[in-house]
Each structure stands twice: as C-alpha cells, then as structure tokens.
C-alpha cells in the first residue's frame, strides 16, 4: 500500500471512532524503529477512557459541546479552570467541529489533550486538560476544574486516575502546574498527592479583577512521587 493511501485509510478509520483499526492497519505496514512514534500516537489508548470505580476520563469532542458550552458560561468555573482561556465559537456548530478537530488531532500536533471529568454514574461534573506536552521530554501542563456540587473527593479522585494513564500507560517523565497564590486549598491538596513547589514566577499574569499583577506558583510532580507508596495507598482508598 501507497504511504499517501494508507495515511488517509488511517485518518478515514480515526475519523470513524475506530482507533483500534487505525492502529492495526499501521502497525500491518509500518515495521521497525523508525516507525515507533507513529505507532505510539495512533494507538488507541489516546482516546480510550481512562476509569476507576470512582470516576471516568473521557476525551471531549463534539458530544460534549453542550456541557463545555455551559461550563465556560460558569464564571466561577472558568476561574478555577483557566480564566485566561479562550471564547468559544459563538455558533454550535463551530463548537463542535473545534471540538472534533482537537480529538482527532495526534498530539503532536494539538500538544494538549482534553477530557471530561464523570462520576461512576456517568455524570460529566468537570474538565481536565494537559498542555504544552513535549513528547521528548515526556512532560505537560496540568489544567483542572469542577462545577459548584461535585461529589467531595472527585477532584483528587481524576488526577490519581490520570496518573494510571500518564505515568504508567503512557511513561510520561513529569506533570507540572501554575496556580494562584489564592488558591491555597488547590495548592494543599496537590502537594498532597505528590506535587512539590518549584519556585514563584513573580508578577507573571494581570489580573483584570484586581487590575494588578499578580505571582503564580509553580508546582511540579515526578513519575516516582505520583507512584510512591503513599500515592498508592491513596488510590487504593479513594479510588475503590
């Protein structure tokens, strides 16, 4: 097969939701070395949902754009989110085609990828997003936000789930975050689970609230602290 034919049959499958055979039709005619990073970002588990008893990651696409369409309308939301993100398209129908767009795309092209956060009964109650990944240095940004009346716990619950998928599905090296000084809870809670702070970019972004500007704190995680034992018997009891 033609490398321009097999290219498109790969995309057509992906298009299709059928990763799996993406990923079977290349790995027919793609042997070796050389071919080891293509294989790696068309294999399924990109856009497999990543569970546990507590909760489910499900990558977002344009089922979703009715409840990102609401969440981004949430201010107190987006706040702890990313209040420095984007508009969305104002017409539905772009929402979902920019949804589409950003699940399709491998990552490294998108460097980002984007999941919604359900409860085990299958309700979505929040977003968590890794950008600026940097496939050679195994390492991304860490975004995450849940609606006013998520069940306690399920913040932490979704980021020890991610953890199953970054540090060992994927063997990504590290997970990084910047979060407002205010945010002292979200700060606490993530060196809970392993985070430790790196320093403290001073005066780094405006805020148009306080209309000044305004330090953030960098915060790191490395594979081996997101898997200690500690982290383990936390995922055992949380995620159970």
Request: charged share 25%; with cysteine.
């Amino acid at each position: 097969m033609e490398h321009a034919e097999l290219i498109d049959q790969v995309r057509l499958l992906h298009k299709e939701r059928k990763h799996q055979g993406a990923f079977d039709l290349l790995s027919k005619h793609l042997n070796g070395n050389k071919y080891k990073s293509i294989l790696f970002e068309n294999h399924p588990i990109w856009w497999s949902d990543i569970s546990t008893a507590r909760c489910t990651l499900s990558r977002r696409s344009s089922i979703d754009a009715l409840f990102i369409r609401t969440t981004w309308e949430n201010k107190e939301f987006l706040n702890s989110f990313h209040r420095y993100a984007n508009p969305l398209p104002e017409s539905d129908k772009d929402l979902e085609a920019l949804l589409d767009k950003e699940y399709f795309s491998l990552v490294s092209v998108a460097k980002s990828l984007h999941w919604v956060i359900k409860d085990n009964q299958g309700t979505p109650w929040g977003v968590m997003s890794i950008t600026g990944i940097a496939l050679l240095h195994k390492r991304g940004e860490l975004l995450i936000g849940l609606v006013k009346g998520a069940p306690t716990g399920l913040s932490a619950a979704a980021m020890l789930t991610l953890f199953q998928f970054y540090f060992k599905a994927i063997n990504f090296n590290k997970l990084t975050a910047l979060m407002f000084e205010e945010n002292a809870l979200a700060i606490k809670g993530a060196k809970h689970i392993g985070f430790k702070e790196e320093g403290r970019l001073k005066k780094h972004v405006f805020d148009p609230s306080s209309k000044t500007y305004v330090d953030l704190i960098q915060l790191g995680l490395l594979s081996e602290d997101a898997l200690s034992e500690k982290n383990k018997r936390t995922m055992k009891r949380l995620l159970k």
